[in-house]
């Protein structure tokens, strides 16, 4: 088991940034994909960036240049740096943490981006 706690959202203006936070917990030798997804009002949840074990990293391309994946294996802590932040980005961002029994999630944060 695998339990993750996502902080760090906000109200922010366009053109400013947040960090958001994963803590994780539990059987954490185990997890080998770390991803962040949101979820906007009335639409899918969407991958954001991937980040694996070997620290291969992966951006959707509406927040390329833009997001920073990144992990602190001594925290046992995930993060997402997001710069120059766009209205659109407004959602409800989720942590998941993919090991070989399945997928845990966080109880997600809410970004808001206003113009």
């Known amino acids: 088991q695998v339990q993750l706690v996502e902080s760090g959202g906000g109200l922010v203006q366009a053109g400013g940034s947040l960090r958001l936070s994963c803590a994780a917990s539990g059987s954490i030798f185990s997890i080998n994909v770390w991803s962040w997804y949101r979820q906007a009002p009335g639409k899918q949840r969407e991958l954001v960036a991937v980040i694996t074990r070997a620290e291969n990293t992966n951006y959707a391309d509406s927040v390329k240049g833009r997001f920073t994946i990144s992990r602190d294996n001594a925290k046992n802590t995930v993060y997402l740096q997001m710069n120059s932040l766009k209205p659109e980005d407004t959602a409800v961002y989720y942590c998941?943490?993919?090991?070989?029994?399945?997928?845990?999630w966080g109880q997600g944060t809410q970004v808001t981006v206003s113009s």
């Open positions: 998941n943490a993919l090991t070989v029994r399945g997928g845990y």
